[in-house]
């Protein structure tokens, strides 16, 4: 058989052209897999999952709000010219240090309720007295103005922290809601058919995706860094383990709308065996969030 050049030509051509739909393909893929990644990270960041470097948290930006609080103060009585004055010295201390140990936006709002309050008052009493000590070089009534504005910001600011402790799970939260109990296979004994932590987790994210104002599992307040994970046969929620079948599950919100958004959950799970049931209450009262090893049950 005798092979004509120009056979040798398409045959090439031929084959590349076999060639481009796989490299078609395998760049569709890449696209798709990078789309899918991005994705991941921006819904894992809406949720809170993590944080990006340098950004703050719930905590850190309670944090963040005390000390501006208390820069406030220590300016003012600065102008007021009692920043020097020893009892206001000791009780701009104790401030800073309250708000240094506090642990949660919860203990924030307590040192601003508390060591602020205080200082307000240490600063108007010595601003007084520095007043009258210096012939009234600073109008009296301009001191009393700065401190009612003063302490208007300290309540609005103390009213934003309750509600960001209270969405954040640092502080108790009540209202209507739902009870989810969610149950092994009857006599199962296969992994799919025993509730584990990533069902746990589904259900949590459907919740917190429908609306839940606060949710809790086991009796554990859930946060943005709560960890639900399975040892062995164990639940640890925050470190600490939980009972099972059922595991309980509640939540703060609209009761129709939690219930409604695991139905599908609930038809998946069921192939499996296992099933949840949710009951709707008029009135549900969750914890704060405590540490997981710190906090006894």
């Given at each position: 058989m005798?092979?004509?050049?120009?056979?040798?030509g398409d045959?090439g051509?031929?084959?590349k052209?076999?060639?481009?739909?796989?490299?078609?393909l395998?760049?569709?893929?890449?696209?798709?897999?990078?789309?899918?990644?991005?994705d991941?990270?921006?819904?894992?960041?809406?949720?809170?999952?993590?944080y990006?470097p340098?950004?703050?948290?719930?905590?850190?930006?309670?944090?963040?709000?005390?000390?501006?609080?208390?820069?406030?103060l220590?300016?003012?009585?600065?102008q007021?010219?009692?920043?020097?004055?020893p009892?206001?010295?000791?009780?701009?201390?104790?401030?800073?240090?309250?708000?240094g140990?506090?642990?949660?936006?919860?203990?924030?709002?307590?040192a601003?309720?508390?060591?602020?309050?205080?200082a307000?008052?240490?600063?108007?009493?010595a601003?007084?007295?520095?007043?009258?000590?210096?012939?009234?070089?600073?109008d009296?009534?301009?001191?009393?103005?700065?401190?009612?504005?003063?302490?208007?910001?300290?309540?609005?600011?103390r009213?934003?922290?309750?509600?960001?402790?209270?969405?954040?799970g640092y502080?108790?939260?009540?209202?209507?809601?739902?009870?989810?109990?969610?149950?092994?296979?009857?006599?199962?004994?296969?992994?799919?058919?025993i509730?584990?932590?990533?069902?746990v987790?589904?259900?949590v994210?459907?919740l917190?995706?429908?609306?839940?104002?606060?949710?809790?599992?086991?009796g554990?307040r859930?946060?943005?860094?709560s960890?639900?994970?399975?040892?062995?046969?164990?639940l640890?929620?925050?470190?600490?383990?939980v009972?099972?079948?059922?595991?309980?599950?509640r939540?703060v919100g609209?009761?129709?709308?939690?219930a409604?958004?695991l139905?599908?959950?609930?038809?998946?799970m069921s192939?499996?065996g296992?099933?949840?049931?949710?009951?709707?209450?008029?009135?549900?009262?969750l914890?704060?969030?405590?540490?997981?090893?710190?906090?006894?049950?």
């Amino acid at each position: 058989m005798v092979v004509k050049p120009g056979d040798n030509g398409d045959s090439g051509k031929a084959s590349k052209r076999q060639a481009n739909p796989a490299s078609l393909l395998k760049a569709v893929f890449i696209c798709a897999t990078i789309l899918l990644l991005l994705d991941a990270i921006i819904l894992a960041r809406s949720l809170s999952l993590f944080y990006f470097p340098g950004e703050l948290d719930e905590f850190g930006m309670a944090q963040r709000g005390g000390f501006g609080v208390a820069h406030q103060l220590k300016r003012f009585a600065k102008q007021v010219g009692a920043l020097e004055h020893p009892e206001v010295q000791e009780v701009l201390t104790r401030l800073d240090a309250a708000l240094g140990l506090a642990a949660s936006p919860a203990e924030v709002a307590r040192a601003l309720s508390v060591e602020a309050r205080e200082a307000q008052e240490v600063i108007a009493f010595a601003a007084g007295d520095t007043t009258g000590s210096r012939s009234r070089q600073v109008d009296g009534t301009r001191v009393k103005e700065q401190i009612q504005e003063l302490q208007e910001e300290v309540r609005v600011f103390r009213e934003e922290l309750e509600k960001l402790s209270r969405v954040s799970g640092y502080a108790e939260i009540s209202g209507p809601g739902i009870i989810v109990y969610a149950y092994d296979a009857p006599d199962g004994f296969r992994s799919s058919e025993i509730i584990h932590d990533k069902d746990v987790r589904d259900i949590v994210n459907l919740l917190f995706w429908s609306g839940a104002k606060g949710v809790e599992v086991g009796g554990r307040r859930i946060i943005a860094q709560s960890s639900i994970r399975c040892a062995g046969p164990i639940l640890l929620v925050n470190h600490r383990p939980v009972a099972v079948n059922p595991v309980v599950i509640r939540a703060v919100g609209d009761p129709d709308a939690l219930a409604g958004s695991l139905f599908e959950l609930n038809h998946k799970m069921s192939a499996d065996g296992k099933r949840l049931e949710a009951e709707s209450l008029e009135m549900i009262t969750l914890p704060a969030y405590t540490r997981g090893y710190d906090s006894e049950p």
